[in-house]
């Protein structure tokens, strides 16, 4: 059964009393910022950026003196795959995620949350869905969104697809280029036009990789490098409208396949995805004819890198490549004016913002 000091609240409203910081959650439930905590003051911001977003929350409370014990910040989405991982645990694949969330058969309400999962998963159903830091699942509840919100993460503009989706559309080039080549040899130079030196590529790489977040106080409009674990299709969009306006023609490579990246950017010192995404930029080789489009990711790299070394790191030789344009947001959806993708980035500062509080600022020392 569900933990009875866990509440899931889409309300969040922190009031001040007789000198005590609280906030009132659904149901009347009311929980207590223990001034004593030294994590007090962050979970503050946290549930006021929650609340600013209308985003629900998961808090355990000390059953003693309703003290906010631990504070994790759910995913509100569509469950679009459940995969054997291995004989301990399933894989569940959420619509707005690119992140792999585990259920540990061991735990103590496996058949539970399964159950619900299949059920939310076969009804097409949004879920509230609450994972640690290790992205093990705690809990899954019904999203009832609140009437007088906005609701948290709408759509994008697209027709909604499973991850591992593609159209055949995409590969259709490559079916009449060939038998073109002498065309294309042809406009070459031409397409080297809107290629960057080496340099300039480098300079672009570092003018991204300085929106980084502080991780203690996310000022907005950061973008959550230090936060690897989800949210890059937020990050390439938002890096290839910051290119676009400097004057620069980026496009975007996908990867798909069991993912599985070190980093010192979370206290696992690892993460797991099932697809991730970054924007390339022509970048001129050595000799005139030369070309190349290398990968912009401050979230794994310090330097631009080829399509080859980007794929290579993230643990999966077999893994597939996509190149789309800059405006595919979501594989095949589209976010012209970057709602979805401020409020994604918004969403994924506070996860970093969560982490830092919970577990002090990345990067973690106890990673190699």
């Given at each position: 059964?569900?933990?009875?000091?866990?509440?899931?609240?889409?309300?969040?409203?922190?009031?001040?009393?007789?000198?005590?910081?609280?906030?009132?959650l659904?149901?009347?439930?009311?929980?207590?910022?223990?001034?004593?905590?030294?994590?007090?003051?962050?979970?503050?911001?946290?549930?006021?950026?929650?609340?600013?977003?209308?985003?629900?929350?998961?808090?355990?409370?000390?059953?003693?003196?309703?003290?906010?014990?631990?504070?994790?910040?759910?995913?509100?989405?569509?469950?679009?795959?459940?995969?054997?991982?291995d004989?301990?645990?399933?894989?569940?694949?959420?619509?707005?995620?690119?992140?792999?969330?585990?259920?540990?058969?061991?735990?103590?309400?496996f058949?539970?949350?399964?159950?619900?999962?299949?059920?939310?998963?076969?009804?097409?159903?949004?879920?509230?869905?609450?994972?640690?830091?290790?992205?093990?699942?705690?809990?899954?509840?019904?999203?009832?969104?609140?009437?007088?919100?906005?609701?948290?993460?709408?759509?994008?503009?697209?027709?909604?697809?499973?991850?591992?989706?593609?159209?055949?559309?995409?590969?259709?080039?490559?079916?009449?280029?060939?038998?073109?080549?002498?065309?294309?040899?042809?406009?070459?130079?031409?397409?080297?036009?809107?290629?960057?030196?080496?340099?300039?590529a480098?300079?672009?790489?570092?003018?991204?990789?300085?929106t980084?977040?502080?991780?203690?106080?996310?000022?907005?409009?950061?973008?959550?490098?230090l936060?690897?674990?989800?949210?890059?299709?937020?990050?390439?969009?938002?890096?290839?409208?910051?290119?676009?306006g400097?004057?620069?023609?980026?496009?975007?490579?996908?990867?798909?396949?069991?993912?599985?990246?070190?980093?010192?950017?979370?206290?696992?010192?690892?993460?797991?995805w099932?697809?991730?995404?970054?924007?390339?930029?022509?970048?001129?080789?050595?000799?005139f004819?030369?070309?190349?489009?290398?990968?912009?990711?401050?979230?794994?790299?310090?330097?631009?890198?080829?399509?080859?070394?980007?794929?290579?790191?993230?643990?999966?030789?077999?893994?597939?490549?996509?190149?789309?344009?800059?405006?595919?947001?979501?594989?095949?959806?589209?976010?012209?004016?970057?709602?979805?993708?401020?409020?994604?980035?918004?969403?994924?500062?506070?996860?970093?913002?969560?982490?830092?509080?919970?577990?002090?600022?990345?990067?973690?020392?106890?990673?190699?």
């Amino acid at each position: 059964m569900p933990n009875p000091n866990a509440v899931v609240s889409t309300r969040i409203r922190l009031v001040r009393a007789e000198g005590e910081l609280a906030v009132e959650l659904e149901g009347g439930r009311r929980a207590v910022l223990d001034p004593s905590d030294p994590r007090s003051a962050g979970f503050a911001q946290v549930l006021e950026g929650l609340s600013a977003q209308n985003l629900p929350v998961y808090v355990e409370l000390d059953p003693e003196t309703s003290a906010i014990a631990r504070l994790l910040i759910p995913h509100v989405s569509r469950v679009v795959g459940i995969r054997e991982i291995d004989d301990d645990s399933l894989g569940v694949e959420l619509e707005l995620s690119h992140a792999r969330h585990v259920l540990r058969r061991g735990s103590e309400d496996f058949e539970l949350l399964e159950r619900s999962l299949r059920e939310a998963m076969d009804k097409g159903q949004r879920i509230v869905l609450t994972e640690d830091d290790a992205h093990e699942i705690v809990d899954v509840r019904e999203y009832t969104p609140d009437p007088e919100g906005p609701g948290p993460l709408p759509d994008p503009e697209g027709p909604p697809r499973k991850p591992w989706e593609r159209s055949p559309i995409r590969w259709l080039p490559r079916l009449w280029r060939w038998p073109w080549w002498p065309w294309w040899w042809c406009w070459w130079p031409w397409r080297r036009r809107c290629c960057v030196s080496g340099q300039r590529a480098q300079e672009v790489f570092d003018a991204m990789a300085a929106t980084s977040c502080n991780p203690q106080t996310v000022p907005p409009p950061c973008i959550p490098f230090l936060y690897p674990d989800d949210g890059c299709w937020a990050r390439a969009h938002e890096m290839c409208r910051l290119m676009i306006g400097m004057g620069l023609s980026p496009r975007k490579v996908w990867i798909q396949g069991s993912l599985h990246v070190s980093t010192k950017n979370n206290p696992s010192c690892n993460v797991y995805w099932v697809w991730h995404v970054a924007p390339t930029l022509c970048v001129c080789g050595p000799r005139f004819w030369q070309s190349q489009d290398m990968v912009i990711d401050p979230s794994l790299f310090t330097t631009p890198v080829t399509k080859s070394g980007w794929k290579g790191v993230q643990g999966d030789p077999g893994a597939t490549l996509t190149d789309t344009d800059a405006s595919d947001f979501l594989w095949g959806a589209t976010d012209p004016n970057y709602v979805q993708t401020n409020q994604t980035l918004a969403y994924y500062r506070l996860q970093l913002q969560n982490r830092s509080v919970q577990n002090g600022p990345p990067p973690y020392a106890n990673c190699p």
